[in-house]
């Protein structure tokens, strides 16, 4: 009787598993994050084109295209975050280091039963929640029918929700800061998150404030952002560069929202309101119109600090009251020009104040915030590609 043990190997290396192969290629990185940014632009859309249908038609139910819209970009952005979790994990669990996984630093969910990029950790939240707050809008339909209001709670909470995901796409691309796709998917996905940011800030609507707080948001979040994603990716150009991509985003907006809600009307056999004039879309006209100037305002004064030296405490302020200095005087002259009437004075002269104390604030917390996403960086991985 042989006492040999039995041979459990070939003495050949084990093939890795799908996951390990996927977490290790260079193109997932890309994918995922433009699915990602796919995502959140098409709810972006899909909320331009629901607005437009409450200015242009009226009350809605829950079940329209629009809604639809809204919700697969959101679906689609928290699928893509929760493949992406769940192969940082599975390569975890394989022995493989994912500290420099695509998406941001991983962090452990749950004792460590997950492993999730940072980016898309807060993507996939946004979008769950996002799904949890829609049933809570559908709930809300089925007691009081139609939507008479936009500024609705369960409105709100999707709102929120969104922004969530917004944010995760811009720290995904602001982790892949030293590639082209990062840093151009930076420069798309900050201005779809300056589109939607202020649009939460309706929920303060109805408070008695002197200055309306959508101005206030339009101000910090436009201002903020544009700082963040210039001293994220360390270059010149980029407010500028964002801030035309901003104009063209706007661009499509203002043609899409009136034309889907429409055609909508038209096939679903609704009339629009009779009292329509020419005034322009709802969402689109709501964008700061004059963003090139604040980011030309932002780059000469960025250019002005290397140049002169001033401390890295101070200038960021200075950035973010220079952009919001003109942000704050262009938003009642863009009223005016998109209303019957000229720029009211006393409006002029509380802009003047508050937009550069806002802009002050915003580049504070936009020099921060770029400190955070570039400690956030998968450079060594993903350089070069």
Do not use: C
Request: no cysteine.
């Amino acid at each position: 009787m042989s006492t040999a043990l039995p041979i459990t190997g070939t003495g050949t290396p084990s093939q890795p598993s799908p996951a390990v192969r996927i977490s290790r290629a260079g193109r997932t990185g890309p994918i995922a994050a433009n699915t990602v940014l796919a995502g959140t632009t098409m709810s972006l859309f899909g909320l331009s084109w629901d607005i437009q249908w409450h200015v242009d038609v009226g009350p809605d139910t829950f079940f329209t295209l629009s809604h639809l819209m809204l919700y697969s970009g959101s679906a689609l952005a928290g699928l893509a975050s929760l493949a992406m979790v769940l192969i940082a994990t599975a390569a975890q669990r394989a022995g493989q280091p994912v500290d420099r996984f695509p998406g941001g630093k991983p962090v452990r969910v749950f004792g460590g039963v997950f492993r999730a990029p940072l980016g898309y950790l807060i993507t996939g939240t946004g979008a769950a929640l996002f799904l949890l707050f829609g049933l809570l809008d559908l709930w809300w339909h089925s007691l009081y029918g139609f939507d008479a209001v936009l500024d609705s709670p369960p409105h709100i909470g999707l709102f929120l929700s969104i922004s969530f995901s917004m944010v995760g796409s811009v720290i995904v691309f602001a982790a892949a800061r030293d590639t082209r796709w990062g840093r151009a998917g930076v420069i798309l996905s900050i201005p779809v998150l300056i589109i939607f940011s202020p649009i939460t800030t309706k929920a303060f609507g109805a408070l008695p404030l002197p200055v309306e707080p959508e101005l206030v948001g339009n101000i910090l979040f436009s201002t903020l952002l544009l700082i963040t994603g210039t001293l994220t990716i360390g270059r010149r150009g980029t407010a500028l560069t964002t801030a035309a991509t901003l104009g063209v985003l706007q661009l499509l907006l203002w043609w899409f929202s009136p034309w889907a809600a429409r055609v909508y009307a038209d096939a679903s056999g609704l009339p629009l309101r009779d009292n329509l004039g020419d005034n322009p879309p709802e969402l689109p006209s709501e964008i700061p119109v004059f963003m090139l100037f604040a980011a030309a305002a932002i780059t000469a004064l960025l250019w002005l600090s290397r140049r002169r030296g001033w401390s890295g405490r101070i200038a960021p302020q200075i950035m973010g009251a220079g952009g919001g200095a003109v942000v704050g005087l262009s938003l009642p002259i863009q009223s005016a020009l998109f209303g019957d009437s000229g720029p009211d004075p006393a409006e002029l002269l509380t802009m003047t104040a508050v937009g550069p104390a806002t802009g002050a604030l915003a580049g504070y917390l936009a020099a921060r915030l770029a400190v955070l996403l570039r400690e956030h960086s998968t450079a060594s991985l993903t350089k070069g590609r």
